[in-house]
């Protein structure tokens, strides 16, 4: 009876697979209506961040760069960490990965304003919005899925108009490790810097005591300010560009992400919409299922958008906790215990035919090899 049941739900399973499969190749709007019906709601800021474990906050990625958000609506916090950002050393508690920076949104007018925080699934795009009295202001945002880079578009309704500012920072107290002299604090290198043009950039780099040298970058530019400063009025929207890069992936990521948000301009900024929403369309229409319960069909939709988020760097699988690391050293180092715990979110990628966030799983395996074969 037990393996009959099996090879019947393996032959539903291939069924649904097959014939999803075929209507997507048809027609993507029923993966859309399926999938778009699907939004993830967060009423009031979340309180399990910045954490050394798993947040409860919204999140945004693209497989390389991970966001969370957090903060009150008066000041938002987004922490940008990378799969790609570690401090790498062979050695007991001497390598894990870090946050490379956060960028605060500063509103001081909307403090005590309510909260409302939207992600869509099938575009991954997020939506915040703070009300207070006749005054509401919102934000459209997205980490790109075809570019490292974040993008926020500020506006707002109601009389009159609200002043803000933007920028970026390292970790602060409440980020940083907590119990010293046991657990030990690596020296790093860091850059920071607000060029005349108003373009701000940072950098984090552990050069010293390494195996091998590590160096994530981060660029900010609010556009149309030359000092993070900006004013918000009804009809007019304020957009922040952000980039961000690491030594992996470029000979010199400062000037990489200086670059990239230098040389961003209103059509560029419709072309990496346009790319990034095509790219999460291709994602979904890979296969999708539709069932009765629409808990049990949410989550797993939230669940393969967290993979499309945090799993596509070849050299670099996601950490335990993913891509979104917000204290300094997680728990476990974040390493990739060879356990259900490395092993459990890559599971349904290959029935659900999501490949190319399965690719990294073994990655870290293949590098250990030679190390392996030296224990």
């Known amino acids: 009876m037990k ?27 029923q993966a859309e209506n399926i999938i778009g019906k699907h939004t993830i709601r967060f ?26 958000l957090s903060g009150t609506p008066e000041s938002q916090v987004f922490y940008v960490a990378r799969n790609d950002f570690w401090r790498l050393k062979s050695a007991l508690d001497e390598s894990f990965p870090l946050v490379l920076g956060k960028i605060e949104l ?23 919005r703070f009300t207070k009295g006749d005054i509401s202001v919102s934000y459209k945002a997205f980490v790109s899925a075809t570019e490292d880079m974040l993008i926020v578009d500020l506006n707002m309704e109601g009389n009159g108009s609200v002043e803000g500012s933007a920028g970026i920072s390292f970790l602060g107290k409440e980020e940083q490790i907590d119990n010293p002299p046991r657990e030990r604090i690596f020296p790093d290198v860091r850059e920071h810097e607000t060029r005349p043009n108003g373009i701000e950039y940072l950098s984090r ?17 609010v556009i149309g300010s030359t000092d993070g400063k900006f004013t918000l009025e009804p009809g007019k929207t304020v957009r922040l560009v952000c980039a961000f890069s690491s030594n992996f992936k470029s000979d010199d990521c400062v000037a990489t992400v200086i670059k990239k948000v230098e040389d961003f301009t209103p059509a560029r900024q419709a072309e990496i919409e346009k790319s990034h929403k095509e790219w ?9 299922v539709s069932i009765p ?25 996601p950490s335990i906790f993913g891509t ?5 050293r997680p728990y476990w180092n974040g390493d990739y215990h ?9 599971y349904a990628l290959y029935s659900a035919n999501r490949i190319e966030q399965a690719d990294p799983y073994i990655s870290s395996m293949l590098a250990q090899i030679e190390r392996g074969n030296y224990y």
């Open 106 to 128: 500063d509103i001081p007018q909307l403090k005590d304003a309510s909260y409302l925080v939207e992600q869509q699934l099938y575009d991954a795009v997020s939506t915040a």
């Open 43 to 68: 009423t009031e800021p979340p309180k399990r961040i910045p954490v050394p474990h798993s947040v409860d906050a919204p999140l945004l990625g693209n497989g390389f760069t991970g966001v969370a």
């Open 293 to 317: 319960d629409s808990v049990i069909e949410k989550q797993y939709y939230l669940s393969l958008y967290g993979m499309g988020s945090c799993s596509r760097d070849m050299d670099f699988p």
């Open 338 to 346: 060879l356990n259900y715990n490395h092993m459990a979110p890559y």
């Open 3 to 29: 393996k009959n049941l099996i090879l019947s739900l393996s032959v539903l399973s291939t069924l649904l697979f097959s014939a999803c499969t075929d209507q997507a190749n048809q027609s993507g709007s």
């Open 324 to 328: 979104w690391i917000t204290k300094e």
């Open 205 to 221: 780099a552990f050069v010293d005591s390494v195996d091998i040298p590590t160096k994530g970058a981060m660029a900010l530019r």
């Open 280 to 288: 999460w369309r291709n994602y979904w229409e890979k296969s999708y």
